[in-house]
């Protein structure tokens, strides 16, 4: 049966592209990427980037509802060499899109092109954990173009109210909890901390406890699991913490954010990507502050990044070209200026954040810094593969069980490993 999934590769559906008073482009790009809402800085960031290119024109084709959808649309344009010329899959799909096809010679080592523009233009553009998001089995295949790392958003005078200082947010979990403990005291209506993992749409919160802590999900072969070590125990008992030390009920994502927009909670770690709607949300009732991710680890550990990364998929040589500048153009700091002053994701460029891009704007939106803050830590979201899906149900029913109290921690650390190692399986 034909649906909206399977034709999205199928040639048709393809928006037009920003309309510019120039000559007849010599070579067309035809472009994909996920969610729609996206819409609203790529077609700002492909008008910047075919008015400094006329002899490229951006084609989109119609935008994937998701990341998921989007990665099975390709893998069927894969099978058929529907592919597009670019597209930007999610962070956590690029390994199995990539190991796909490179198998079929469809996707290009972009290290060989970054190589040619010299190493001082590396340095100068891209932290190396950045350009590791991007990499799969040793090879450059994406250049990371949007990106996300969880923060913490702050309710200053409940903290004051905690006996905290609104403008020293805590840098570990132990003053972390210990702050929402005394919130909680100081205000037994209110949650101190809410850290939902619990309700949470994906694993991401739940791997950023594993990795801030120098642990990793997955073997280096990506195979297996091993967040079964001390940085899994940690994690898995500081969850069981929040509920127990740090005032934090179990309750759904939507009220969650409801609740600390209303006064209800004095901390709350969400993605930077949620800024303008809890801003939004909160409106006037408090002064809205943001803080970085604690990093227990500070030599290994770091925080999962979502987001997504550019890839090439054309065979064609003049197109592989024009679609490397279009690539060096959507991840340098003009287009990234666009990106993050509509999302609040972070840059994936390091000159995006100077005087003239973003330095103006992060002093007008504080709150914006905290992610850029932490580009440095930012390490893969890790892939379950196929099953990814079913192994965040399947944890997140765990780490509910032990954040009510149900399981022990180590117990249910000790199910969460064994039941990913059978799912991973099949």
């Given at each position: 049966m034909l649906t909206r999934r399977t034709t999205l590769l199928a040639g048709t559906g393809v928006l037009a592209a920003p309309a510019l008073p120039r000559a007849q482009a010599a070579v067309t790009l035809d472009v994909l990427f996920a969610n729609p809402s996206f819409a609203r800085f790529f077609n700002p960031i492909a008008e910047a980037f075919q008015r400094a290119n006329p002899d490229v024109r951006i084609a989109f084709r119609q935008p994937?509802?998701?990341?998921?959808?989007?990665h099975q649309a390709l893998l069927?344009?894969?099978?058929?060499?529907?592919?597009?010329?670019?597209?930007?899959?999610?962070?956590?799909?690029?390994?199995?899109?990539?190991?796909?096809?490179?198998?079929?010679?469809?996707?290009?080592?972009?290290?060989?092109?970054?190589?040619?523009e010299g190493a001082a233009?590396?340095?100068?553009?891209?932290?190396?954990?950045?350009?590791?998001?991007?990499?799969?089995?040793?090879?450059?295949?994406?250049?990371?173009?949007?990106?996300?790392?969880?923060?913490?958003?702050?309710?200053?005078?409940?903290?004051?109210?905690?006996?905290?200082n609104p403008d020293a947010f805590p840098t570990s979990w132990e003053a972390v909890v210990a702050l929402g403990g005394r919130i909680k005291a100081a205000v037994p209506q209110a949650m101190g901390v809410s850290y939902y993992i619990?309700?949470?749409?994906?694993d991401w919160l739940w791997q950023a406890l594993v990795q801030q802590?120098?642990?990793?999900?997955?073997?280096?072969a990506g195979n297996a699991p091993a967040f079964g070590d001390a940085a899994g125990q940690a994690a898995i008992a500081l969850a069981r913490r929040f509920v127990t030390d740090a005032g934090m009920g179990l309750i759904g994502a939507d009220q969650n954010r409801q609740q600390f927009a209303t006064g209800g909670t004095g901390i709350i770690f969400d993605s930077p990507a949620r800024l303008s709607v809890i801003t939004g949300l909160v409106g006037g009732r408090f002064p809205l502050r943001t803080a970085p991710f604690p990093i227990t680890d500070q030599a290994r550990g770091g925080v999962p990044t979502g987001g997504n990364a550019a890839v090439i998929t054309t065979r064609d040589p003049a197109k592989r070209a024009a679609a490397w500048r279009y690539v060096k153009f959507s991840a340098g700091p003009e287009a990234q200026k666009i990106a993050v002053e509509m999302t609040g994701y972070l840059p994936t460029n390091r000159r995006a954040t100077a005087e003239e891009f973003l330095g103006a704007w992060y002093r007008e939106n504080p709150n914006a810094r905290s992610a850029a803050m932490q580009a440095d830590k930012s390490l893969p979201w890790e892939d379950y593969g196929a099953n990814g899906p079913r192994i965040h149900r399947m944890q997140q029913e765990v780490l509910t069980a032990v954040m009510r109290g149900d399981i022990a921690p180590p117990a249910g650390l000790e199910r969460m490993v064994a039941q990913t190692a059978a799912l991973m399986r099949g």
């Open positions: 994937a509802p998701n990341y998921d959808e989007q069927r344009g894969a099978l058929t060499n529907q592919l597009p010329d670019v597209t930007f899959p999610g962070f956590n799909r690029l390994p199995e899109l990539a190991r796909t096809l490179a198998q079929r010679n469809q996707i290009l080592d972009l290290g060989p092109l970054i190589a040619e233009w590396k340095a100068e553009n891209f932290a190396d954990r950045m350009l590791a998001l991007g990499q799969v089995d040793g090879k450059q295949y994406g250049m990371p173009f949007n990106a996300s790392s969880p923060i913490a958003y702050y309710n200053p005078e409940l903290v004051a109210r905690g006996g905290g619990n309700s949470f749409d994906s802590g120098g642990g990793r999900m997955l073997n280096a």
